[in-house]
């Protein structure tokens, strides 16, 4: 069965998992330095016997041994030591280099001795009679050293885990204190999801990780309010954008069927009828173009393209559209540079600028699309001597169904996605788009692309 547990008991449960096997650890190397330690002591004062001095024929050449041999070490019990008392003799066999030795053990226990003791035999020269060697026996009392480390393993039994946890208990309230914040955090993010998108998280040191998260909550939060907020507009724009024809073609169509008309009057209604539905399916269209940019499902197909030799090719349709108008058309190419883009993209954008243009410039006015680059872009300039956008509406002319109010020349034509449109091919192709106008005078829209 699976256990949920909060944060706080998960991280205290960790905090105690580790302080417990760093206290295990450190208790582990005290004691086996307590060891070695007491076990020194006791080696050091321990009885030094020597139990069998030149036992080996001198006649034969040996080798002499600087360094004592360790030969065997053992445990004896007291119960072991009184039996070796009582007996005549205790002969251990001692294999060494030089052959099979006997050793009577009785040699080196002593009528006071008690308690366990180790003992550890040695070959070593003999100290006294040259080419000869001697065993040597150290007995050490080891009952007072298994005791006092006993005695140590039982205190240690107890202390490691009271340590751990009185080290949990406070390490709980630190815990809980550092997450008191994402409580806080919790808390706001709930009530903006209740009450609106209108608060914000209180950022109390931007310098941690908690304030980065709430200051990243917070752009999130910004950022899905202002997507809210251009939904809804979209979404009454586009409502308002649609019903409109809607309402013109039910107009039509009652009128028609209010009573007998020629045929003549069947085709004019139609005829309206028919120019708003075109209407309705080129917003349809832009709309569902401006959705997959947004989405990003917009396919491209990417090429290099020199916009020098790009715009020639498109001044003739340029010239065409300027011509019912009686617009003139200048195209000034200062530079050549070349760009990565879609090149049906980027026509569909410089003519939607070039449309605008002829549609707000008076007849027999002036056109200018003027090339040259601006450090690492290339910067196109589309200028016009129309009629200029109020400053007031110039900070909104890329938002969709954006329009300003009727123009002198009376048109006020077009969904108000023109421009949306153009900013977002721009975008996709890493650029932007700029704006400069004056009323009267006219305006100039330039449009950055990185180049290679």
């Known amino acids: 069965m699976k256990i949920n547990l909060n944060i706080k008991v998960r991280l205290t449960l960790w905090y105690l998992l580790v302080t417990s096997l760093i206290l295990i650890i450190l208790s582990m190397v005290t004691y086996l330095l307590l060891s070695d330690s007491l076990y020194d002591i006791a080696r050091k004062t321990s009885t030094l016997n020597v139990i069998s001095p030149s036992f080996i024929d001198t006649e034969t050449p040996q080798i002499l041994v600087e360094k004592p041999e360790p030969l065997i070490s053992y445990t004896i019990s007291e119960e072991w030591m009184e039996r070796l008392q009582t007996e005549p003799a205790s002969i251990l066999s001692v294999h060494t280099r030089q052959g099979q030795i006997e050793i009577n ?26 080419d000869s060697f001697e065993i040597v026996a150290i007995v050490q009392p080891i009952s007072e050293v298994g005791n006092t480390l006993a005695a140590y393993r039982k205190v240690l039994m107890y202390v490691i885990p009271i340590t751990a946890l009185l080290a949990a208990i406070p390490g709980f309230f630190l815990i809980r204190r550092m997450l008191k914040p994402v409580n806080i955090i919790t808390k706001t993010a709930q009530e903006i999801g209740e009450k609106g998108l209108d608060n914000r998280i209180e950022v109390m040191n931007p310098n941690d990780e908690l304030g980065r998260l709430a200051e990243t909550l917070n752009k999130t939060f910004d950022k899905l309010q202002n997507a809210l907020r251009r939904e809804r507009q979209f979404t009454a724009d586009a409502s308002h954008e649609l019903r409109t024809p809607l309402s013109i073609m039910r107009g039509e169509a009652s009128l028609s069927l209010s009573k007998e008309r020629n045929a003549e009057e069947y085709r004019k209604s139609l005829e309206v009828i028919g120019t708003e539905i075109n209407h309705m399916l080129s917003t349809i269209n832009r709309l569902l173009e401006l959705t997959r940019t947004d989405n990003g499902t917009e396919a491209l197909k990417m090429e290099r393209i020199d916009l020098a030799d790009f715009f020639t090719d498109m001044a003739s349709d340029i010239e065409a559209l300027c011509e019912e108008k009686a617009i003139e058309f200048c195209l000034n190419i200062d530079e050549k540079c070349v760009v990565n883009g879609d090149s049906v993209k980027m026509r569909e954008l410089f003519l939607n600028l070039i449309n605008n243009a002829v549609r707000y410039t008076n007849r027999e006015g002036e056109i200018t699309m003027t090339l040259n680059r601006v450090g690492n872009e290339a910067c196109i300039a589309i200028s016009d001597t129309g009629i200029g956008i109020p400053p007031e509406h110039l900070p909104h002319i890329f938002e969709r169904f954006y329009r300003v109010n009727k123009t002198n020349n009376g048109s006020s034509s077009g969904a108000g996605l023109g421009l949306a449109i153009c900013k977002s091919i721009a975008a996709l192709h890493g650029g932007n788009i700029e704006v400069e106008s004056k009323v009267g005078v006219g305006s100039t829209f330039s449009v950055l692309i990185p180049t290679f």
């Not at 002593?110 to 003992?119: L, P, R």
């Open 105 to 130: 053990q009785k040699d080196f226990i002593t009528a006071d001795m008690s308690g366990e003791h180790q003992v550890q035999l040695f070959l070593r020269t003999s100290q006294n009679i040259p």
